[in-house]
């Protein structure tokens, strides 16, 4: 079977597993039936007991990939919508932002500290909590391993994608412009494609803070870095 079929295969299943992880969690809510680590979860054991390599699933799912770019963009829509309260409450945003993206560098270097975990991984793990080409391009730049960072990015967005509505339920924010802010800064995409099915603000929230924090963090993990 030549690798362009199997590419076809791959990205015909791809939309299917989505499809119906969607179907279940609308049935289902629950933090693991989420379609973004139902579908991914699905996809990685299908490869591995399968014996297909990554590049040839990869044949199809570059199509689905080429399609990033015009949906990073498309992400301004909902910020422009909500242009207006977000200049009401610039003040507030801007703190929540730096207080954000401040938590999870010093979490993330000092939770790698306490384990143990040697230089370049801390190094790695430090921008986690920014989209992956931001977080490594800034581990290039501090000498850490780029697809360790990558690893840590992808835990970091499905994590709070997963976890993170559930947290602040039981935190008691309820205010979109704080979950927003909270999701945003802490699990970057995949947590923002989560706020926006939530609702608009929220969703504009988090878009602005995802962009906002990934610019803070290149500044913070190595200053922060100088001094571990």
């Known amino acids: 079977m030549s690798s362009f079929f199997i590419g076809i295969i791959a990205i015909a299943a791809t939309i299917f597993l989505y ?9 289902k809510p629950n933090p693991f039936t989420m379609p973004i680590f139902l579908c991914t979860a699905s996809i990685v054991l299908f490869l591995f007991l399968t014996g297909i390599p990554y590049e040839t699933y990869m044949v199809g ?13 498309s992400l301004a829509v909902p910020l422009y919508r909500e242009i207006y309260l977000i200049k009401k409450y610039a003040g507030a945003i801007s703190i929540g932002i730096f207080a954000g993206s401040l938590t999870g ?9 306490l384990f ?8 790695s793990v430090a921008a986690k909590s920014v989209t992956t080409p931001i977080a490594i391009s800034i581990t290039d730049t501090v000498g850490g391993n780029m697809s360790m960072a990558a690893v840590f990015v ?21 205010h979109p412009i704080a979950k927003g802010l909270s999701i945003g ?10 706020a926006l ?4 603000i929220e969703g504009a929230i988090s878009v602005l803070s995802m962009t906002i924090s990934a610019v803070v963090v290149s500044f ?4 922060f870095l100088t001094f571990m």
Request: with cysteine.
């Open 116 to 123: 143990g975990f040697e230089d370049w991984l801390i190094q």
């Open 154 to 174: 992808m835990i970091a967005g499905v994590s709070g994608g997963m976890f993170g509505p559930v947290i602040l339920k039981l935190c008691r924010i309820h």
């Open 19 to 27: 499809y119906f992880s969607k179907k279940l969690h609308s049935r």
């Open 197 to 200: 099915e939530n609702g608009r």
């Open 105 to 113: 560098v010093i979490t993330g270097i000092a939770g790698a500290k």
């Open 220 to 223: 913070l993990v190595p200053f």
């Open 185 to 194: 800064t802490a699990s970057h995409a995949i947590g923002t494609a989560k």
């Open 61 to 73: 799912g570059q199509w689905i990939d080429l399609l990033l770019g015009p949906i990073v963009v």
